[in-house]
């Protein structure tokens, strides 16, 4: 068991490029999203306001957390992209973080929302995305356990 804190060795950053301390007892409970997705990517382009719009819906009253994870071809694209989202990421710069990420959960493709639990780190959900397009767009059933 890893909890999120050490999969991102403790800190990521916010909307500010300010590092964010993932052991903070703001933290602690909370289901997190892992949203692996690019400027570049069509798919991942139309997702995006969606999973916007249900974070700002159900965030704040499902306890919930997303960390953006680029795969954007240079940081000019990942700085634009991100400048749309409301939530928190791993710098642009920690590539070897990314690969890392991309290897561990099986990453194959994007747009890629899958949850975690924040204290212990384990899988709940996969494919959230097909739950927040399709299954369940009020998320009376989040967090889709797998």
């Not at 634009?80 to 990314?98: D, G, Q």
């Not at 994007?110 to 767009?137: E, F, Y």
Request: hydrophobic share 30%; glycine share 8%; proline share 4%.
């Amino acid at each position: 068991m890893t909890s999120i804190a050490q999969l991102f060795d403790g800190y990521i950053v916010n909307k500010s490029n300010e590092g964010v301390c993932l052991n903070d007892e703001k933290y602690k409970g909370k289901v997190f999203g892992l949203y692996f997705s690019a400027h570049w990517c069509p798919p991942c382009r139309g997702f995006t306001p969606m999973l916007i719009e249900f974070y700002k819906n159900h965030g704040k009253e499902k306890n919930f957390e997303i960390i953006f994870i680029s795969s954007d071809r240079d940081e000019k694209a990942f700085n634009e992209y991100f400048k749309e989202m409301p939530w928190l990421t791993l710098r642009y710069s920690e590539r070897k973080k990314k690969e890392e990420l991309g290897k561990r959960f099986h990453i194959t493709g994007i747009p890629t929302l899958m949850l975690l639990d924040g204290d212990s780190g384990d899988v709940i959900c996969k494919d959230a995305r097909d739950n927040i397009q399709h299954r369940d767009t009020r998320g009376d059933f989040f967090p889709w356990k797998s």
